[in-house]
């Protein structure tokens, strides 16, 4: 596995990372955690260091799933968690008040089994919290040593700019993919900006740019794609023809569909390593040699003049959670 380091961090970690949140929170059922402990560290035999979790993600079992499955290998790791969601729970609204920040850093250190957390995110931008006061607890931590990097998540770019004048900010971590490529306007321009690096979650689109997903697919009760405007049964249909171009693109590289939506990221910047996610490990593996594939100048431009025809229906948030995004 190629490494990349986050911005003018100096944070070195795989090119491709692994997100962890599948394996207990969002997409169905819980894996049995002898099961999820055994992926993460098969993610590490095969090359993966980077690894992002939360305490919202259960809450609090995944970041327990992610410290026994690491604890063995804690040195040759990073782990990125997050703050910011009222007891950990991301229904009940934002809390990234300094103590509150401070008493997650401290159980989140226990359930990871570690004394540092390698990246401590804001899961949200909190409206009710100055972004300078979130940035000052941030560097209090870095400053007791229980912290080392700070990130935001889903932030928008005056927010990036006030925070990292308090504490320089080492990633920014917001969804962007094939088929939703809004930071493109302004938020990677930022970062290249002030040298921060860009981790993109769900970079496979929710599983839907694998080309495993399609109008007919049906998703269990707890899956959060059921209120996701974007994966409608009428906007999966008529968002195949992403599908499709990937998927003919993909044959003329003999690579998944997959593979092609990650090399696709990897050659957008340097500073950019994403975050898929998985609970199999035929599908973990082909996402890690991913980061084998090349694209060329002329294979992203033609991806990119292929994309220009296509018009994603749907949006990728239900309006409520919508409005914690981009603040």
């Not at 259960?58 to 040759?76: C, H, M, S, Y």
């Not at 209090?140 to 990130?151: N, Q």
């Not at 302004?186 to 769900?202: D, K, M």
């Not at 994966?231 to 499709?244: G, H, I, M, P, T």
């Amino acid at each position: 596995m190629r490494k990349r380091k986050l911005g003018k961090s100096g944070l070195e970690v795989s090119a491709i990372g692994f997100g962890c949140m599948g394996l207990s929170f969002g997409y169905g059922p819980a894996q049995e955690k002898h099961k999820a402990v055994s992926l993460i560290r098969q993610a590490f035999e095969l090359g993966v260091t980077f690894f992002d979790t939360a305490e919202a993600y259960g809450p609090f079992t995944n970041e327990e799933v992610v410290g026994e499955a690491l604890a063995p290998i804690r040195d040759k790791v990073v782990i990125a968690t997050k703050f910011g969601f009222k007891n950990g729970d991301p229904t009940s609204g934002t809390d990234s008040r300094p103590e509150r920040i401070r008493a997650v850093a401290d159980a989140s250190l226990k359930r990871l089994r570690t004394d540092h957390l390698d990246l401590f995110y804001q899961h949200r931008v909190d409206p009710n919290v100055p972004i300078e006061d979130v940035a000052g607890a941030v560097k209090e931590l870095i400053r007791a040593g229980k912290v080392e990097h700070f990130g935001l998540s889903e932030a928008g770019v005056q927010t990036i700019r006030r925070a990292h004048a308090v504490q320089p900010l080492t990633a920014i971590q917001s969804e962007y993919s094939l088929w939703w490529r809004s930071p493109e306007a302004e938020v990677l321009p930022v970062c290249e900006e002030l040298g921060i690096g860009f981790v993109p979650f769900s970079p496979l689109g929710k599983g839907f740019l694998t080309g495993k997903i399609d109008e007919t697919t049906t998703f269990t009760k707890d899956d959060f794609r059921n209120i996701v405007p974007r994966f409608s049964a009428e906007n999966r249909k008529a968002n195949q023809v992403l599908v499709d171009l990937i998927g003919s693109i993909a044959a003329t590289k003999k690579a998944t569909p997959a593979q092609i939506a990650l090399a696709w990221l990897l050659a957008q910047n340097p500073w950019i390593v994403p975050i898929p996610g998985t609970t199999k490990l035929h599908r973990l593996e082909e996402n890690i040699d991913a980061g084998g594939i090349d694209l060329s100048p002329d294979d992203l431009r033609e991806v990119d003049g292929a994309l220009a025809k296509v018009e994603i229906q749907g949006a990728r948030y239900p309006e409520r959670l919508q409005q914690l995004v981009g603040r």
